[in-house]
């Protein structure tokens, strides 16, 4: 990343974008942390609170450390793209994280028709709420994400209206789904009009997710489900505590 004095680095378009709350200041399309270690970002019109902006693209969105708060822009998720935007891949392993979408935005994902790389949450504490038909964590309305994976920390996912919990937002597409037995609690809400919890949103051709594993059993095949996960990851509050 460049410096541009001694506590503030900006992260140009499609370079790798890295939170470390602890010891300085990072901005990008909106985010400015302070380095007491809090940090409260609100994207602008159709931009990402931490991401990318309307139309535009940015590079990995790691966050090791700190109090983040996060809210997305008109169409926008709170941490990841803007409307029509792209980003790679998102990484939290520590902190306190809350992330919120706006109107079609994923809170930790994708905005409206945008993509995103593979999402992971390894530590902390992270809480991620979906604007209007958008999932808590993967996509917003249209949007594709890669894989997601949460193996660590305490987290808490709420979809809204067509929106799951963790997976799409209104024909929304996700990769692989991954819950591990490291985690210290998941707890997961889907939106008023959605079928599932965890995976794809709706039972529809136009809502597409590949596997959700959760410890050690496969409860979506990526085609069907599996060991009733029909009913399983229907369930909200689904609460996850190995």
């Keep these: 990343m460049m410096e541009t004095n001694k506590y503030l680095y900006e992260a140009p ?3 790798v974008l890295t939170v470390k709350m602890e010891e ?3 901005e990008s399309s909106g985010f400015q942390a302070s380095r007491n270690g809090y940090g409260t970002a609100s994207g602008g019109k159709r931009s990402a609170g931490i991401g990318s902006g309307n139309s535009s693209t940015c590079g990995d969105i790691t966050i090791i450390g700190g109090t983040i708060t ?12 803007g409307r029509m935007g792209a980003c ?6 520590g902190g306190t994280v809350t992330a919120t979408g706006s109107n079609g ?10 993509t995103c790389g593979n999402i992971s949450i390894s530590g902390g504490t992270t809480t991620a709420t979906g604007g209007d038909y958008s999932a808590g964590i993967g996509t917003g309305t249209g949007g594709t994400c890669g894989d997601i994976k949460i193996s660590g920390g305490t987290i808490t996912a709420t979809g809204s209206d067509e929106g799951a919990g963790i997976g799409t937002g209104c024909t929304g597409t996700c990769d692989d ?4 037995d490291n985690v210290t609690s998941v707890t997961v809400n889907k939106g008023g009009k959605a079928d599932y919890t965890i ?12 596997t959700v ?10 085609s069907s489900f599996q060991n009733g996960g029909d009913i399983y990851l229907a369930d909200s509050p689904f609460i996850y505590q190995p």
């Design 105 to 114: 935005g994923a809170g930790i994902g994708t905005g409206v028709q945008a």
């Design 88 to 93: 790679g891949n998102i990484s939290i392993s």
């Design 13 to 15: 378009q499609a370079e």
């Design 24 to 26: 300085s200041v990072c």
């Design 199 to 210: 995976g794809k949103s709706i039972n529809m051709n136009d809502y597409i997710c590949g």
């Design 213 to 222: 594993k959760i410890g050690d059993n496969i409860y979506y095949d990526g």
């Design 70 to 81: 996060a809210t997305g822009g008109n169409h926008s998720a709170g941490i990841g793209t």
């Design 177 to 180: 789904i991954t819950i591990t």
